[in-house]
């Protein structure tokens, strides 16, 4: 249920999933124990975010 809640609520924390938890019955554990299961995006430390793809890809903004 852990492993659930946090793939479709990308931006909860383990207390949110905690007292989500709580509110459908369940005796939920520890926050740092939800930490442990939650699902954590995959990200791509190969590409660093710097400002010259912004800056093109918003240039025809101004």
Same mark, same amino acid.
Request: glycine share 4%.
């Given at each position: 249920? =852990? *492993? $659930?809640?946090?793939?479709? /609520? &990308?931006?909860?924390? +383990?207390?949110? =999933? ?10 939920? &554990?520890?926050?740092?124990? =939800? *930490? $442990?299961?939650?699902?954590?995006? $995959?990200? !791509?430390?190969? !590409? &660093?975010?710097?400002?010259? &793809?912004?800056?093109? /890809?918003?240039?025809?903004? +101004?």
């Amino acid at each position: 249920m =852990i *492993r $659930k809640l946090s793939r479709g /609520n &990308p931006l909860w924390s +383990a207390e949110r =999933i905690r007292d989500t938890l709580r509110l459908l019955g369940y005796d939920p &554990p520890w926050s740092d124990t =939800i *930490r $442990k299961y939650m699902v954590h995006p $995959k990200t !791509q430390p190969d !590409q &660093p975010t710097t400002w010259l &793809p912004f800056l093109r /890809n918003h240039l025809d903004v +101004a």
